[in-house]
């Protein structure tokens, strides 16, 4: 069973950064595709991006590509997403999520999730 437990949310002004942290636990991280994906006040949740289990295939929501990087650290057990160029509509509560190696953008594939941590971004 793997854990997630994310970190590095908070607020930031429009055309800010923040780096998300997602660490895992169990020994079977590294075989896992990983996610990110969010959860704005009365919208559904939201494929951001994902990383499979070698770094070799990532992939992202048109609405952050070129502006947010997925990557990982296996000898770690740990998942980032760096979020540049951040504007207001990213706002939501980011989640981590973990599947058995099914390079997927849909929340339904992932088996694991962490607790999530608000992003809040000002105009």
């Known amino acids: 069973q793997v854990q997630l437990v994310e970190s590095g949310g908070g607020l930031v002004q429009a055309g800010g950064s923040l780096r998300l942290s997602c660490a895992a636990s169990g020994p079977t991280f590294s075989s896992y595709t990983m996610g990110w994906f969010r959860q704005a006040p009365e919208k559904e949740r939201e494929f951001v991006a994902f990383i499979t289990w070698r770094g070799g295939n990532t992939r992202y929501a048109d609405s952050v590509k070129g502006r947010f990087i997925i990557s990982r650290d296996n000898a770690k057990n740990m998942v980032y997403l760096q979020m540049n160029s951040l504007k207001p509509d990213d706002t939501a509560v980011y989640y981590c999520?973990?599947?058995?190696?099914?390079?997927?953008?849909?929340?339904?594939?992932?088996?694991?999730w962490g607790q999530g941590t608000q992003v809040t971004v000002s105009s």
């Open positions: 999520a973990g599947n058995r190696g099914v390079a997927t953008g849909w929340a339904n594939d992932y088996d694991y």
